[in-house]
C-alpha cells in the first residue's frame, strides 16, 4: 500500500493531529462524537498517522486501503484523478468511517486547484458539481478557485456517501491558539469559517449532517 511519509512534525496542524491520534486520541473521539447527530456505536479506532508507521498519511486509493475499503478503488480512479486529497488522519468506528483535514491559522484556507491536465480539471469539476447537486449548494459558484482544498473534502465524501455507499463523514479539525504558528482564536476561526460557508454556498442538510467542524484548543491537547 503506498502512502507518504511524514516523519514527526514540530509545528502547525500536522504537530497536533499526531499528538491527538498517538497520545490524546480520546479527546478527538470525544470532540468529535459530541459533533454528531447519531451516538457512535463502537470507539474510533485511529489508523493514521500512526507513529508506528512513520507517521504516514495517505491518499488516492492507498486511503482506501488504510480504512479497509479496497473494493471501491476502481470506482474511486473513476471519479478523482491521482494526487488527491493527502488525509491528515482517518478512523474508523466499525462500518463508520472518519476523514480527517486539520487547519491551524486561517491562510492555510486559501488554496486553488493546481491540475493543469484538461482531462484532470474536467473529472475534478464534474465532481464538484455532483457535489454542490447533493450537498443543495447554490449553483455555478467555482469550487476550483478560493476554497478548493475545503471543497475537494467535500467531494470525497459526496464519494464515499453516495458512491461507495459507506457510512462516512469529513472531519474539519481546527486548533485554537497554536504556539507553534499562528494563534488563532475560536472568534476568528468562526468568522472566516462563516465567510467561507457562504461563498461556497453551502448550508443544505447533508451537509449539516456529514460535516463536522471541530475546535481543539492547543493549551488543552
Known amino acids: 500500500m503506498s502512502n507518504e511519509l511524514s516523519g514527526i512534525a514540530e509545528r502547525g496542524s500536522q504537530k497536533w493531529v499526531q499528538h491527538l491520534v498517538n497520545g490524546a486520541s480520546e479527546q478527538l473521539d470525544r470532540a468529535i462524537a459530541g459533533s454528531l447527530t447519531i451516538p457512535l456505536k463502537q470507539p474510533i479506532e485511529w489508523l493514521s498517522p500512526l507513529q508506528v508507521t512513520g507517521y504516514a498519511e495517505y491518499r488516492d486509493t492507498a486511503f482506501l486501503e488504510c480504512l479497509g475499503l479496497r473494493l471501491h478503488a476502481t470506482a474511486l480512479q473513476e471519479f478523482w484523478p491521482l494526487s488527491g486529497p493527502r488525509w491528515d488522519a482517518l478512523g474508523r468506528a466499525g462500518n463508520t468511517y472518519f476523514l480527517v483535514e486539520a487547519k491551524a491559522n486561517i491562510p492555510e484556507i486559501i488554496s486553488d486547484c493546481q491540475a493543469r491536465a484538461t482531462h484532470s480539471r474536467e473529472m475534478i469539476a464534474a465532481a ?13 459558484i467555482d469550487w476550483l478557485t478560493g476554497f478548493y482544498q475545503y471543497a475537494n473534502r467535500l467531494a470525497h465524501l459526496y464519494f464515499m456517501r453516495e458512491i461507495a455507499k459507506e457510512d462516512a463523514y469529513m472531519v474539519f479539525l481546527y486548533i485554537l491558539n497554536d504556539p507553534t504558528h499562528i494563534p488563532t482564536s475560536r472568534v476568528e476561526w468562526r468568522g472566516a469559517l462563516e465567510l467561507q460557508k457562504l461563498l461556497l454556498g453551502l448550508g443544505g442538510r447533508p451537509y449539516r449532517d456529514y460535516v463536522l467542524s471541530v475546535f481543539l484548543d492547543a493549551a488543552d491537547i
Open 128 to 140: 464538484m458539481r455532483c457535489t454542490q447537486q447533493w450537498l443543495g449548494a447554490r449553483p455555478r
